[in-house]
């Protein structure tokens, strides 16, 4: 319960600092698959349509269909010497706030920014190939600049993949704010 509500404020927080703005900017996005008998990316970039158009897309395809269990990881870190954690660091269970997309104000967040883009936008099991098609930037852009306003710098958005407990991917977001 206390978690939970420590969730909902920090999401709180987020809104209420909506004025203030920076700019953002995608610099890079890696995938990395870690079993490559289970899952393997097919692509995965950013691309610069122009100055300003540029969308990240993915593919992954998945070997042992259908996925029942998915647990994701994801924290933010920020570069000093090396990328160090910043804010959240959190484990979610992705079936469960599929089935309940109020479950989980954050990454209910986070879901929000691609799940128009995807087709990671049903809930389990998941028996076909995940996709993030031609998501663009300007739109992360201004959700990210809105909703946080952190201090200048180059920030890592880290996201590891579980599937029946076990670390499938990762997919790591590069950016700037300035
Ligand atoms: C950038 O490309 C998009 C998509 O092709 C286009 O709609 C937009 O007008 C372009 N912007 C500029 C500044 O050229
Ligand atoms: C997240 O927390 C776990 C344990 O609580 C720790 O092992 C891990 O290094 C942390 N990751 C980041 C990026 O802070
Ligand atoms: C996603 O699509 C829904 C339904 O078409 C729409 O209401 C919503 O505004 C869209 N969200 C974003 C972030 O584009
Ligand atoms: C999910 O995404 C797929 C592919 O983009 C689309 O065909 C489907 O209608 C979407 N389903 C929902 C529930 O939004
Ligand atoms: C990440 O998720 C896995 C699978 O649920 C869990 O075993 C691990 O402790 C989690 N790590 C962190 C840092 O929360």
Known sequence: MCKYL???????????????????????????????????????????????????????NLYKVPITKIKVNFSLLKRYNGYKPFLY????????????????PIFGFFHGLFKNHSNMNHSCPFDH?????????????????GALNFPHGDY???????????NRATVDFFYTLS
């Open 6 to 60: 420590k969730l909902n404020q920090i999401v709180l927080i987020l809104y209420l600092v909506k004025e203030i703005s920076s700019s953002v900017e995608f610099t890079n996005v890696k995938c990395t698959s870690w079993d490559k008998k289970f899952d393997e990316f097919e692509y995965c970039h950013l691309k610069s349509v122009n100055r300003s158009f540029k969308y990240l897309s993915l593919k992954v």
């Open 89 to 104: 660091n959190i484990t979610v269970d992705a079936c469960k706030f599929l089935k309940h997309p109020k479950s989980n």
């Open 129 to 145: 190939d995940i996709i993030v098609d031609k998501l663009p930037t300007s739109f992360w852009n201004q959700q990210i600049t």
């Open 156 to 166: 890592l958005f880290h996201s590891d993949w579980y599937a029946y407990g076990i």
